[in-house]
């Protein structure tokens, strides 16, 4: 069996459409896109390309995400206090499991992600 590099091309791709649980949204309509260009065989690695409109919702990671911004402006908010994170264009970094707090979409954002379920 060979074993190829997956190209991140979603030129001919469709997403796959959706948006945060409704019980979770806090203002806006935070509609999202998903190309999911690669999954693991164990089930546990992903990584693709995630887009999303407007909008804040809480979020609870059970996963270690890595981000790459894309485009876009987004703001981070810790549950329990911490400074507030804003992310934008050319910004990298790392959520990892168990990070609760509020996700918000100030501009439309896209992002590379690469995400290990723990």
Same mark, same amino acid.
Do not use: Q
């Given at each position: ?13 469709? &997403?796959?459409?959706?948006? &945060?649980? =409704? ?30 409109? =407007? ?64």
């Amino acid at each position: 069996m060979t074993v190829l590099p997956v190209p991140f091309d979603i030129t001919e791709l469709a &997403p796959e459409k959706g948006a &945060p649980d =409704p019980a979770r949204v806090l203002s806006g309509n935070p509609d999202n896109r998903v190309w999911n260009l690669y999954t693991s065989p164990d089930g546990k690695f992903f990584s693709g390309i995630w887009e999303s409109e =407007p909008g804040a919702w809480r979020i609870e990671y059970t996963e270690h995400e890595f981000c790459h911004i894309l485009d876009g402006v987004s703001r981070i908010v810790p549950a329990g206090g911490g400074e507030p994170m804003t992310v934008r264009k050319g910004d990298a970094f790392v959520i990892p499991a168990g990070f609760k707090g509020v996700w918000e979409v100030i501009e439309r954002t896209r992002k590379h992600y690469a995400i290990y379920e723990a």
